[in-house]
């Protein structure tokens, strides 16, 4: 009789182990299977916002793009996509057995911390529900499979105000005794180090660096990012065509430098090969490209000094390129237009002074002043075309 009873609970036992046993396993497979759907969906929308964003600011392209990309990896038709309802900047399609959530313009705390704005940035999100075999054993019927990924073009729309493309010297933005109030409105980055010195130093837009930082004194506001070496931006324009201008004009200098003054006022396009362009005293206004390009080891530089100046780009583009060296000296000046500088540095000092311009230089720039307020020129002369990545 004893026997029989234990042989009875073994029984039991062993039936209970097998049926923990075998749900056991219904689970592995039953989250094997909504496993691999989260992995294949997030493969799914990463390649849809980085797609996507390349299209971006253009957000209805954008939007369109990602969507046919989802498609095209759901192994659909490219345009095997229904728009369902639109919600903000938030559209939802019904792709194959996905709902696919697109949402841009957008923003979060990564994108505000990258300094990437809202309509450079796109949100993909899906949503799947996969049904369960043994889960229906207990009354479940299906699970919910979700991914979501964010893609940016983080350089796309920058129109920077300073670009140094030297990896071995910074940009340096410092006061003098009295130290204060350099404003920057646009972007700026440098390939080297960012060093500031003084007081309510700032910038509007994200500053982009591959070094350090160094920031000392008080009141400075810099939205830091640190970033891969850049390219260094061409120059947009042709100096075959203006140096044919300048000709045309008759002023086309070479072997010798040539001097600006408020006696001598410069218009149109200057082009001064094997020399400098060097003005001096007060009260210069003008609509002026100047160009000074190094020939026979000699020349290649622009310099400024005096006050009240006011030049403005003759073809609302190029300002000054100059193939050494830009130098900028005075107070109550007015700069407009692109300063290219393609083999040397850019040196700007001075105070009480508004600029609308976009300096590049090969091999560093250094603003040291106050009250220096330099505002992003529009149209913008020197923008990126972005860089596609994903931030989350």
């Known amino acids: 009789m004893h026997r029989r009873s234990r042989a009875g609970q073994t029984l039991i036992v062993l ?6 046993l075998m749900l056991m396993l219904a689970l592995a497979m039953e989250w094997g299977r909504l496993t691999r759907a989260r992995t294949e969906m997030q493969q799914w929308c990463d390649a849809s916002a980085l797609a996507g964003a390349a299209d971006l600011p253009n957000a209805s392209a954008a939007k369109n793009v990602a969507a046919s990309y989802y498609a095209r990896n759901l192994g659909l038709n490219e345009n095997d996509y229904k728009l369902i309802s639109e919600s903000g900047n938030t559209s939802t399609y019904q792709i194959g057995t996905d709902t696919v959530h697109i949402t841009t313009p957008y923003e979060d705390d990564t994108t505000r911390s990258l300094g990437i704005s809202p309509e450079y940035a796109i949100k993909v999100c899906s949503e799947r529900d996969i049904g369960l075999y043994f889960g229906q054993l207990l009354g479940i019927l299906s699970m919910r499979a979700s991914a979501c990924a964010t893609a940016v073009n983080s350089g796309a729309g920058r129109c920077f105000v300073f670009f140094n493309c030297d990896p071995t010297q910074p940009i340096t933005i410092t006061g003098s005794n009295v130290g204060h109030d350099i404003s ?9 180090d960012l060093i500031v010195h003084g007081h309510r130093h700032r910038c509007s837009g994200p500053v982009t660096y591959v ?7 008080s009141g400075h506001y810099f939205n830091t990012v640190k970033v891969p070496v850049q390219p260094c931006p061409e120059f947009p324009m042709s100096l075959d065509e203006y140096r044919k201008t300048a000709q045309s004009q008759g002023q086309l200098i070479i072997g010798r430098d040539y001097r600006i003054d ?3 006022p410069p ?8 020399g400098d362009i060097i003005g001096s005293g007060g009260g210069v206004s003008a609509n002026v490209t100047l160009i000074a390009v190094k020939a026979g080891g000699r020349g290649g530089n622009i310099k400024i000094t005096g006050n009240s ?3 403005k780009a003759s073809d609302g583009v190029t300002l000054m390129y100059a193939t050494d060296s830009v130098e900028i000296n005075g107070t109550s000046n007015s700069f407009n237009g692109l300063i290219y500088i393609s083999n040397g540095d850019m040196r700007w000092t001075g105070s009480n ?8 230089a090969a091999k560093g720039i250094r603003v040291d002043g106050n009250d220096l307020i330099f505002i992003r020129p529009q149209p913008c002369p020197i923008a990126t075309g972005g860089q596609i990545s994903l931030v989350e």
Do not use: C, M, P
Request: aromatic letters at 10%; proline letters at 0%; hydrophobic letters at 40%.
């Open 267 to 274: 218009s149109g396009v200057v082009y001064v090969e094997g």
């Open 353 to 360: 002074s508004t600029s609308y311009v976009t300096v590049v």
């Open 211 to 217: 070094g350090k930082v160094v920031i000392t004194g």
């Open 184 to 192: 920057i409105d646009g972007s700026i980055h440098t390939n080297q």
């Open 309 to 311: 100046w006011n030049l």
């Open 262 to 264: 408020r006696n001598n």
């Open 15 to 20: 039936v209970a182990s097998f049926i923990v």
